[in-house]
């Protein structure tokens, strides 16, 4: 017997719809597809979310110290002159960091070979490109819903029936989070 279904793809397509899926639903908590494929990316995203249950609380917070540059009034750098050059003044700063240990880096290594990268694009569509924002997935996975699941043993989907679609007939249903 197959592993998975086929759902009439080439399984290059097919690894990259399911991705595409699984992306959506982690991201938007809910979407809406076919039964068939509700059923396959039920598998992929219930895997993620059991290894980000698992790795949630599998870091250590470092301080670090870091180099910013000093800004003036307007936003620009300040720069002074040093040996004939002018070079950019800096000033140290300390920060605690989350450092991953090993078990948890492979873990968001495994989600960033499924999961999709995401930009989040302004609602008015104006200024794309300034405005939009790369949003970490393994990052939501891990501090938003893993913590929603810590005390659950699987079952992180449910699967709703709608009904019949008109074109062809094929059975629509809403995959979401529970």
């Known amino acids: 017997m197959a592993k998975n279904r086929k759902l009439g793809r080439t399984s290059s397509q097919r690894k990259a ?15 809406k597809t076919t039964d068939t494929r509700a059923k396959e990316v039920r598998k992929v995203a219930e895997r993620l979310i059991t ?3 698992r790795e949630m609380d599998n870091f250590t917070e470092v301080t670090k110290s870091f ?7 307007s936003g ?5 002159e040093q040996d004939g050059k002018r070079v950019t003044v800096f000033d140290t700063v300390e920060r605690t ?8 880096l492979s873990a968001r290594r495994k989600m960033l070979s499924v999961l999709y990268p995401v930009t989040e ?14 949003v970490n997935m393994p990052e939501k996975l ?30 629509e249903v809403y995959i979401e989070l529970v």
């Open 76 to 80: 620009r750098r300040i720069k002074e």
């Open 51 to 53: 290894l980000a249950v």
């Open 142 to 171: 891990f501090n938003e819903i893993a913590p929603r699941y810590a005390d659950r043993q699987g079952g992180y989907t449910r699967i709703i029936k709608l009904g019949k679609r008109k074109g062809d007939g094929a059975e």
């Open 97 to 104: 960091v989350r450092v991953d240990n090993p078990s948890r």
């Open 121 to 134: 694009v302004p609602a008015d569509g104006r200024k794309k490109r300034a405005l939009s924002k790369s």
């Open 67 to 73: 180099k910013v540059p000093q800004k003036d009034a």
């Open 17 to 31: 719809m399911l991705r595409n899926l699984a992306t959506n639903l982690l991201y938007h908590g809910r979407i």
